[in-house]
């Protein structure tokens, strides 16, 4: 990764962008590089989306390539899923994570599963795009963090970028996949902001980025969470440590090398994440810590998750629940067993 | 049996019709073909050399045969579980089908899906599917993308979605008919109406047990056929297409016939009434339809038992080719996972560590 080494070429413009807007191109970019792909989904189209991300692309491209599906889960899921068997690129919009588990049979037991099933005699080149996330006042049943579901699934591949650029890039890797791949968005990123490199930008799918370095402690997380672990990382800066902060952006396949990598030079591990404690993404990268770097450590893993708890209303219940920054910066100085700097708190 | 299959035939004025003789005589056979493949199946699986589920098409016979002589070669082909005898029918050799039901390399889905997921894209057979209705959902889709790539019109593919009597009632049923009206997409749903979802009937769990009547919330047609008729199915499967391809209209078709056995082979069938089995067997369409076609002056004994005989041997070749069979190699177990190949795709055996350490 030195920079002495890479080609001598001109580094792409950049632009700072949000994330909404990363999608947005990247999917206008998709549509017109191939017309096999096409948009199916709820609101997607007259509506613009529920979060404006396919906004301007029905008036640009039409209705059969923008395509509003009524009220049906399973019903244009599993339609575009037909259409990938054949050799259409679907991008499906499911309006939020909860509701594709009116979907699941579809993903769990048809997309993913086509291929093997089929003896490779077909693929599924379909991409599902799905905001999560909590902290919106959204209530239980629309604040949820199911990333888990697809990431325990083999046949699918489940990607969650943090920032705008990974946002275009991955999305371009998955549309150009040939295989099911879970794209999990989040509510609290939509106006995120970031420098996004002009032109074609695919990204290699099933791997973890660095995207800070640091010698006392390894952060992990992924979407959102990755953004906060962020600026923990900067602000214990300040106080004297060093933190290094692994964003997973694919949690299927997981990239536990590069996780391993990490621990094993710094020899602590606290994971960042916004699904729920047991059964988690925070156990699994945790086992794979122990198992692949057990002599490095100094201290158990520890994880930072969601309260077990389906997400009340009332606000002070819902920061009750949500990790925050605060939270994460207190279980790292737990880890490197450190007392608290007396500094300006870490906002809820 | 006798009596009641002149009484058959003399109601059916017009049998044959228009067919030529050598066209009945190949469904006779197609009939013979299946029945004699799901008879030596039930026996496989009794000597434990197919594992799993075996659901067989027996007393389908005539439903699969009519629906397969409608059916074009490029026109895409979605089933239930109950799926062997449309693949033999897709002109699947048999002895690639009786591989699969073994789990073999040579079976059509390398015998990676067995007996509820024949697959061929070849042949667009687009599966056999072992999730009640699963299907339904995908086969619409691909009747959405064949009217975003064809022109409507006698030259254009369509899709068949076959689904059982208990199907009508999930949800994605629903919501793919809704589809496909809204959408007029190329595509006809059959329902291959056994009576009995494993044990339950029709009465017993459809409000509406009239199950061709469904497709009216859709606007889509619904058309109620003698499924033991081979002829009656495959002329409405005929028109349902053509409206398919021509005028992008679905449609519902509702086959009537009877399961002859249990839901799967294990399945001894004791909710059934001996009246209900007596009528079973009495509709029985291999034998029913041997009749007609000798009371037609089409097939005698003999020639009908030549047909059997010549079957006999194609099953007997294609156990033979399934036992010749090389099983799967473990070492191949993840070979098809993706299609693109991606960074750190998990290849751990049960036991094996999760990575190499570091």
Same mark, same amino acid.
């Given at each position: ?348 | ?157 369509? @899709?068949?979605?076959? =689904? #059982?009597? +208990? &199907? *009508?009632?999930?949800? !994605?049923?629903? $919501? ?15 329902? @291959?109406?056994?009576? =009995? #979802?494993? +044990? &339950? *009937?029709?009465?017993? !769990?459809?409000? $509406? ?15 109620? @056929? ?133």
């Amino acid at each position: 990764m030195s920079i002495e080494a890479a080609p001598v070429t001109d580094p792409p413009a950049t632009r700072v962008i949000t994330y909404r807007q990363a999608l947005n191109e990247t999917l206008r970019a998709e549509l017109l590089h191939d017309d096999n792909v096409f948009l199916i989904g709820e609101e997607i189209g007259v509506f613009e989306g529920s979060y404006k991300i396919t906004a301007g692309l029905l008036t640009e491209f039409g209705p059969d390539r923008v395509v509003d599906a009524p009220i049906a889960e399973e019903g244009f899921v599993g339609a575009a899923l037909g259409a990938a068997m054949i050799g259409m690129r679907p991008v499906v919009e499911i309006m939020t994570i909860n509701f594709s588990l009116i979907a699941i049979d579809q993903i769990v037991n048809h997309a993913a599963k086509m291929r093997s099933m089929f003896g490779g005699q077909v693929s599924v080149p379909m991409v599902i795009r799905m905001p999560g996330g909590g902290g919106q006042q959204l209530a239980a049943t629309h604040s949820q963090n199911l990333e888990v579901w697809f990431a325990h699934i083999p046949g699918l591949k489940v990607l969650a970028p943090s920032t705008p650029a990974d946002a275009k890039a991955l999305l371009t890797a998955a549309i150009r996949d040939d295989d099911p791949v879970i794209f999990i968005e989040n509510l609290s990123l939509y106006s995120s902001k970031g420098e996004v490199p002009d032109g074609e930008q695919i990204a290699e799918i099933g791997k973890a980025a660095v995207v800070k370095e640091g010698t006392d402690l390894t952060i992990v997380s992924y979407s959102r969470g990755t953004t906060t672990a962020l600026e923990v990382a900067h602000k214990l800066e300040a106080e004297g440590l060093s933190i290094e902060v692994v964003d997973l952006r694919s949690l299927r396949p997981l990239d536990r090398e590069t996780i391993c990598a990490s621990v094993r030079k710094t020899g602590h591990a606290v994971v960042f994440e916004d699904d729920w404690l047991s059964y988690g993404i925070g156990a699994e990268i945790s086992a794979t810590i122990g198992e692949g770097v057990f002599d490095f450590l100094d201290a158990p893993v520890r994880r930072v998750a969601a309260a077990e708890v389906p997400l009340p209303y009332a606000k002070t219940l819902e920061l009750a629940a949500l990790p925050h920054a605060a939270e994460l910066a207190k279980v790292v100085r737990e880890v490197l067993n450190i007392a608290p700097v007396n500094s300006a708190p870490l906002e809820k | 049996m006798a009596a009641k299959t002149r009484a058959r035939t003399a109601e059916v004025q017009t049998f044959p019709g228009d067919t030529p003789a050598d066209v009945l005589r190949g469904y006779y056979r197609s009939m013979s073909l299946i029945r004699n493949f799901e008879l030596r199946s039930s026996e496989m699986y009794a000597r434990a050399k197919i594992g799993g589920y075996c659901h067989l098409n027996l007393g389908e016979e005539a439903t699969v045969v009519g629906l397969m002589a409608a059916i074009n070669k490029g026109d895409y082909l979605f089933t239930g579980y109950r799926d062997h005898g449309y693949a033999l029918m897709r002109d699947l050799e048999p002895g690639r089908v009786m591989a699969e039901l073994f789990g073999k390399t040579t079976g059509v889905s390398g015998g990676r899906g067995g007996s509820m997921h024949m697959f061929d894209s070849e042949a667009r057979l687009f599966g056999g599917y072992g999730i009640v209705g699963g299907q339904i959902p995908p086969a619409t889709g691909v009747a959405l993308a064949i009217k975003a790539k064809q022109q409507a019109g006698a030259e254009s593919d369509a @899709v068949m979605c076959l =689904l #059982g009597d +208990g &199907t *009508t009632n999930i949800g !994605a049923f629903h $919501e793919s008919l809704n589809l496909a009206g809204l959408w007029n997409l190329p595509i006809v749903y059959v329902i @291959v109406n056994n009576r =009995l #979802g494993m +044990g &339950t *009937t029709v009465e017993a !769990a459809s409000a $509406e047990p009239d199950l061709y009547k469904r497709g009216a919330s859709y606007r889509i047609p619904g058309i109620r @056929v003698d499924g033991d008729d081979v002829l009656a199915v495959r002329d409405a499967a005929e028109t349902a297409l053509a409206r398919a391809r021509t005028e992008r209209q679905p449609v519902l078709l509702e086959l009537m016939c009877y399961r002859l056995r249990g839901h799967s082979v294990v399945d001894p069938a004791r909710y059934r009434s001996a009246e209900e089995t007596t009528i079973a067997q009495k509709s029985d369409p291999v034998p029913v339809f041997r009749a007609q076609l000798i009371a037609a002056g089409i097939l005698d004994d003999a020639a009908a038992d030549a047909i059997d005989a010549e079957i006999d041997a194609i099953v007997d070749a294609s156990v033979e080719f399934g036992d010749a069979s090389p099983d799967p190699d473990p070492a191949d177990l993840f070979a098809y996972v993706y299609a693109t190949p991606v960074a750190n795709a998990p290849s751990a055996l049960p036991g094996d560590p999760v990575m190499e350490a570091l």
